[in-house]
């Protein structure tokens, strides 16, 4: 379990501001993902690097925007273009070669619009 | 890209039953195949995983099937436990040579004592 950490566990916002998720992992990972859980379904793919200073776009990255200045760090932001945020947000990593798929996951941000 | 489906989406049994959980997939190259288990509030956690060039694996009472001609794989639990009471989510890579995952829409399992 240990050396994927995301802070802050619970977020509450007021619409119409940006947030901004942290995501740090100690595994020296090469990839590094942000999923979107909402209750009662699946996980979704927000945005995913492979390598610092590159990233993807996932199924929903709208209204979501990331950054990957260093290996060990992929903050997600939430802005206020995202038209509903609330939800569970997870942080994952993977190491290269063929272990890559393997996904290690976060403890989670769970994320409340008032 | 992959496109995952999972079923049933909701599973209970009596302790000590089996549970079988079933994914399809398709992308005829995927070549990966891993099953998370997730607690309530809990991130998830690789539980079994396996490769396009073994047909089952197994780890104590947790086995996985992959039929590749079907597209589908199967995720084996024996003697079921409470502690197995969780969601279930399969997944396969979101596209060929790329490390995302195309996940399922998850299985809760009710494990009743």
């Known amino acids: 379990d240990g050396g994927i950490t995301q802070s802050p566990k619970y977020l509450f916002r007021k619409e119409g501001q940006n947030v901004t998720l942290s995501c740090e992992q100690n595994l020296n990972h090469d990839a590094m993902y942000w999923y979107r859980q909402d209750p009662g379904q699946g996980l979704r793919l927000i945005y995913y690097s492979q390598i610092v200073n590159d990233f993807q776009k996932g199924d929903i990255a709208e209204g979501y925007s990331v950054s990957r200045e260093k290996k060990e760090s992929f903050p997600l932001t939430v802005t206020s273009a995202q038209k509903n945020p609330t939800a569970f947000y997870l942080c994952?990593?993977?190491?290269?070669?063929?272990?890559?798929?393997?996904?290690?996951f976060g403890p989670g941000t769970r994320l409340t619009v008032l | 890209g992959e496109n995952v489906e999972q079923h049933p989406s909701t599973l209970s049994v009596q302790e000590g039953d089996s549970a079988v959980i079933k994914c399809t997939y398709s992308d005829s190259a995927s070549n990966y195949f891993p099953w998370y288990k997730q607690e309530l509030g809990k991130r998830p956690q690789l539980i079994i995983d396996?490769?396009?060039?073994?047909g089952e694996k197994k780890d104590q009472r947790i086995a996985v099937t992959l039929n590749k001609t079907a597209k589908h794989f199967s995720l084996h639990i024996t003697e079921t436990q409470p502690e197995d009471s969780a969601v279930y989510f399969c997944a396969a890579p979101m596209d060929t040579g790329r490390r995302a995952l195309t996940f399922g829409s998850g299985t809760r399992l009710q494990v009743q004592p």
């Open positions: 994952a990593s993977s190491p290269a070669g063929l272990a890559g798929n393997e996904q290690f």
């Open positions: 396996i490769r396009s060039n073994v």
